[in-house]
């Protein structure tokens, strides 16, 4: 490997080096203090929405110490190549052929989102070419909410529904109820509402793949063996901090942390408090048990976090309308509501269909929902999220203080 010595943040916007293998292109940027350097890189893995400019500020300080490579795998980033045929396990298994392809010393994976599924499996599927792995926003997507909300956004996609998809997919990676927790900003928020509403048709087939991957994905059958930090923001909801936890629990040597104030979006959210831990991670050094805005979990505390990231209260008035698009409707009870679902008795029919529903309570405007699981204890649901002015209503009746204008725009 050869790499660059003259990194600066305008370069990873330049074209990136392509090499192929068996026909899959990959693409990447490799730096380093040096152009021959034989110490372990960090390899940057990024989410669904992310590019390589997304790092700029992390490519800058690792390099402090570390020589970094940022990768593109077919789908991902800028990589405009369709791959529907490779799973998740065929795309980690690419990595591993890159760095067998650029005679690559193991290498020190950080996945974010999509990008953490990819690193997780790399450092389980090729033990010997991961030295130490660092994860943020992992999950198997076996959690029965956030596949139904996957499957919704497939759903809104197909039907051209983008702008519905859109405010779903942002209120999903940026939590709403804690806005001014996490310190987002409205116009970060609306710049990434636009991204999403204006994928293009490629992008949208792109999306749709990667989704159709962690849906089809059916788990870890082996976790990584070498040192891991699992780092999970404490109000994430799309990827849950008891599902880092449990995670963490399965590998041979991880640790979890906490990020305060912070969600999906912890390491660009809360930059200084994420590379307080992995500086001293990828240097082979003794994770603190607490640093400025965070704090590691205990071993016993893994398996033991609570399952739910917000309190489900009975509502004072609990009778509401449960509408179907087909035109029926039902009177049912609430017996749990929150910002991101709740629990409802009615006289409901036992198939109920997945899609087009919507419930009618107090005056609140109609909320889109979605159910997860009906039982004796009634119907468990979601709500996507995917309307604009019926989002803000529900939060402003959730949250006991008065959120931003722009929490639910």
């Not at 074209?15 to 940057?44: C, F, N, T």
């Not at 409205?186 to 962690?214: D, G």
């Not at 704090?295 to 739910?308: A, D, M, V």
Request: charged letters at 20%; aromatic letters at 8%.
């Amino acid at each position: 490997m050869r790499y660059r010595t003259d990194y600066s943040a305008a370069l990873l916007a330049s074209p990136p080096e392509v090499i192929e293998i068996a026909g899959w292109r990959l693409h990447y940027q490799a730096y380093s203090k040096r152009q021959r350097d034989a110490r372990a890189p960090v390899l940057m893995l990024g989410g669904a929405f992310q590019s390589f400019r997304s790092f700029a500020a992390e490519v800058d300080e690792l390099l402090v110490e570390h020589p970094v490579i940022l990768l593109d795998l077919p789908s991902q980033g800028g990589n405009l190549q369709l791959a529907p045929e490779l799973g998740l396990e065929q795309l980690a298994d690419l990595i591993a052929a890159f760095a067998e392809q650029l005679r690559l010393p193991p290498l020190m994976p950080i996945g974010l989102s999509y990008g953490s599924a990819l690193a997780a499996l790399f450092a389980a599927r090729h033990p010997q070419r991961c030295a130490r792995l660092l994860l943020a926003g992992i999950t198997a997507f076996g959690r029965p909410g956030a596949r139904r909300m996957l499957e919704e956004g497939l759903a809104l996609l197909e039907e051209g529904r983008s702008g519905e998809f859109a405010h779903g997919a942002v209120c999903g990676l940026l939590n709403p109820l804690q806005l001014q927790a996490t310190g987002i900003s409205p116009v970060f928020r609306k710049a990434l509402l636009r991204q999403i509403q204006r994928l293009s048709p490629t992008e949208v087939e792109r999306y749709r793949q990667n989704s159709q991957r962690l849906l089809a994905f059916g788990g870890f059958s082996q976790h990584p063996q070498c040192p891991t930090l699992v780092l999970a923001g404490e109000h994430d909801h799309f990827t849950q901090p008891w599902e880092h936890a449990h995670f963490a629990a399965a590998c041979a040597s991880a640790d979890c942390v906490l990020i305060h104030h912070a969600d999906h979006l912890a390491q660009f959210e809360q930059r200084e408090a994420c590379a307080t831990l992995y500086r001293p991670f990828l240097g082979e050094r003794a994770v603190p048990l607490r640093s400025p805005g965070s704090k590691r979990l205990q071993g016993e505390q893994l398996l033991q976090l609570e399952k739910r990231c917000e309190p489900r209260l009975a509502p004072r008035q609990r009778q509401a309308r449960l509408q179907h698009a087909e035109g029926q409707q039902w009177v049912v009870e609430l017996s749990e509501l929150g910002f991101f679902g709740g629990q409802l008795q009615g006289d409901l029919p036992r198939d109920l269909p997945l899609r087009g529903w919507q419930l009618s309570y107090a005056d609140l405007p109609h909320q889109p929902l979605l159910p997860l699981r009906q039982d004796e204890q009634g119907l468990a649901f979601v709500f996507p999220h995917t309307d604009a002015e019926a989002c803000l209503a529900l939060a402003e009746r959730i949250h006991p203080a008065p959120l931003p204008t722009a929490a639910c725009a």
